[in-house]
């Protein structure tokens, strides 16, 4: 049962655009959403997160936005830069839940 | 560096064999998690620990096992090692249960050979 969903296994993006990238979530119970980075031979790193009480949170060249009526949340990169070129993996955690429940992760690369 | 600390950062043992993974949480964390990250897989969260207690369990095999220790620190032991439990397993930390973000150490990679 995967309660959270990141449908793009990969996405290519060029440097200086946009990167969007999208997760799903099923259980309405989940009210704190977070984004994580992920090099290659490192442990995540937490990027940005939100709360259900909100619909976005920016932080720099990162945004999170939050639809609750659709289960869906997107972390926007702007300008994408080649450091940027990681795994993004969404995160999800809801009132008394003890874990945070990931998403498969999508490779972003960002190409010059 | 996210203060947590993972040992060993690698380790290859042979099918049948028992290891333990060690991690030290951030200073003043008192949360501990486990996750299983396999090949191009999403982290599975295994097992959590709060202040020395087991507070969720996830798709944690009957094979392994962990403990938080009071002065925090957690293992994980994984025991009849099978090819399949190759991996990488992290360890995060966070200052409580819940609505937080957590901190991840650098992981050990384990294989079975």
């Known amino acids: 049962d995967q309660q959270v969903k990141q449908n793009s296994p990969s996405l290519s993006v060029q440097e200086g655009r946009i990167s969007i990238l999208n997760c799903d979530y099923t259980n309405s119970m989940f009210d704190y959403f977070l984004w994580y980075k992920k090099y290659p031979a490192e442990g995540p790193t937490f990027l940005i997160s939100?709360?259900?009480?909100?619909d976005k949170n920016e932080d720099g060249r990162f945004t999170v936005f939050l639809n609750k009526s659709a289960k869906h949340l997107s972390l926007h990169i702007v300008p994408s830069q080649p450091g940027d070129s990681a795994v993004y993996f969404c995160a999800a955690n809801g009132q008394g839940a003890q874990k945070l429940v990931f998403g498969q992760g999508t490779r972003l690369t960002i190409n010059p | 560096d996210s203060g947590v600390t993972q040992t060993p950062k690698h380790l290859i043992t042979a099918t049948g064999q028992r290891v333990t993974l060690r991690c030290s949480p951030r200073s003043g964390d008192l949360s501990v998690y486990w996750y299983q990250q396999s090949l191009d897989q999403g982290l599975q969260f295994l097992i959590q620990y709060y202040n020395g207690e087991e507070r969720a369990k996830g798709n944690i095999l009957e094979r392994f096992s962990a403990q938080q220790f009071p002065d925090l620190h957690s293992e994980l032991n994984l025991s009849s090692l099978e090819l399949g439990d190759s991996a990488l397993y992290f360890c995060?930390?966070?200052?409580?249960?819940?609505?937080?973000?957590?901190?991840f150490g650098q992981g050990t990679r384990l294989t079975v050979v």
């Open positions: 995060a930390s966070s200052v409580v249960a819940g609505n937080t973000e957590a901190f």
């Open positions: 939100i709360s259900s009480i909100k």
